[in-house]
């Protein structure tokens, strides 16, 4: 600060800075001396929005300097440390949603107390399927084509200082209304013990739509202390039941579906939630 009894106006320099809370005026002009405070960070490269912190003859004529802040910076410089009073965004995935197949996700309920948001990252896990998972990035967005099931989704916001916060919501889907059962695959096996001595397995089967496939064939081989085949067809559940003839005391088995035919529906084994069962 220069000396102002030589006629010279005492002179501050404020550099290198990070002033974060925007929302807020953080620097205060002087009556008795010049304030330059150029190349700072300011959490934002809007000139308005700095202008709107600064507190000087802009905002009082009864002060008799202006603050120069320009050129700012657009990054934390790399000699001010980072503060360990930063408070974490606080993350808002909304409410929990039944769609058909298609969310709009909004997450613009987020926000960071003394900084901004600078990324929005959404997970959606299925309960039942990883390749179903899907994840997308931004504060409001849609999502389109996801299977049926229910998703688990989780929105991970982080600030400007690299400090995260995450919110979760249900997501349930029905499927697409205006989908066409053309493919089948298998939803679940049961295995159980019945009448003490014999296999029994309950194979339930479900379309590319989320629905039970009825009056489809399913075939399938028992392993383990029985060995054959057996067969039945599925009801308006689409669950067929198939017993073995063979006996044994406690048994022990493995059963696995071989083959699932229903007119010129194809039967797609990769995209069976089970294909084998042990008992």
């Known amino acids: 600060m220069v000396d102002g009894n030589l006629g010279i106006p005492a ?12 929302d807020r005026i953080v620097l205060y002009a002087m009556n008795n001396a010049m304030v330059t405070a150029i190349d700072n960070y300011w959490n934002t490269t809007n000139t308005s929005v700095i202008d709107s912190m600064i507190f000087d003859r802009n905002d009082d004529i009864g002060y008799q300097y202006f603050v120069e802040c320009t050129p700012f910076l657009t990054a934390p410089h790399a000699d001010t440390p980072i503060p360990d009073f930063n408070q974490a965004p606080v993350a808002k995935a909304g409410a929990d949603q039944i769609v058909f197949d298609t969310v709009t996700l909004d997450g613009s309920g987020s926000y960071d107390p003394d900084g901004l948001i600078q990324s929005y990252d959404w997970n959606l896990q299925h ?11 931004g504060p409001t967005l849609t999502v389109s084509e996801l299977a049926p099931g229910f998703y688990d989704v ?3 916001v982080t600030d400007n200082l690299g400090v995260p916060s995450t919110d979760s919501m249900l997501l349930a889907v029905a499927g697409s209304c205006f989908c066409t059962a053309n493919e089948m695959h298998i939803q679940s096996i049961l295995s159980e013990t019945w009448k003490g001595k014999y296999g029994k397995v309950a194979v339930t089967v479900f379309d590319n739509c989320g629905n039970p496939v009825p009056a489809a064939q399913v075939t399938g081989t028992f392993s ?4 054959e085949t057996g067969s039945a067809v599925t009801g308006a559940s689409g669950v067929a039941v198939i017993y073995t003839s063979a006996t044994a005391t406690k048994p022990s088995y493995t059963f696995c579906v071989d083959s699932v035919v229903k007119g010129t529906m194809l039967y797609t084994s990769g995209n069976n939630l089970e294909t084998c069962k042990t008992k």
């Open 11 to 22: 002179h501050a320099v404020i550099e290198y800075n990070s002033f974060l809370s925007t």
């Open 127 to 137: 309960r039942e399927k990883a390749s179903y998972d899907r994840s997308a990035t």
């Open 154 to 156: 989780v929105l991970t």
């Open 224 to 227: 383990g202390d029985f060995a």
